[in-house]
């Protein structure tokens, strides 16, 4: 049976945006290569933290929203606590309510930017 999960990190705000990509491509990479699908990502940009982090006042802000069996949540969040450009993690399972809400939030979205390109 597989679950839908939602992990959310922040990476150090001192990478260019190529050296966040490698960062985002090297998780995406390890959720495919142990079987999840990746259902939703969104680059939510630098943003300030509520309170400093190693001294840093900002943050690349990630999600990731993917299905999976649960068994490399492990290997995503050892790999995250490996990585010194991550300052923070969260992964977290969706019930289905969460998940039928990102889903409409999705939607919305969507439908907000065809209208944006129509006008």
């Not at 998780?27 to 309170?51: C, M, P, Q």
């Not at 690349?60 to 993917?66: A, G, K, R, V």
Request: glycine share 6%; no cysteine; hydrophobic share 35%.
């Amino acid at each position: 049976m597989l679950n839908q999960y939602e992990t959310v990190f922040i990476a150090t705000p001192v990478l260019s945006e190529e050296q966040l990509m490698d960062v985002v491509n090297k998780f995406r990479k390890i959720l495919t290569d142990n079987g999840s699908v990746i259902v939703h990502e969104n680059n939510w940009g630098l943003r300030k933290l509520a309170y400093p982090i190693q001294k840093k006042n900002t943050g690349f802000y990630y999600l990731l929203e993917f299905k999976g069996t649960g068994e490399e949540i492990g290997k995503l969040e050892t790999e995250y606590k490996r990585d010194e450009r991550i300052m923070r993690f969260l992964t977290v399972r969706l019930d289905k309510h969460a998940i039928a809400y990102n889903d409409k939030k999705r939607k919305n979205a969507d439908v907000k930017k065809q209208e944006e390109s129509a006008a």
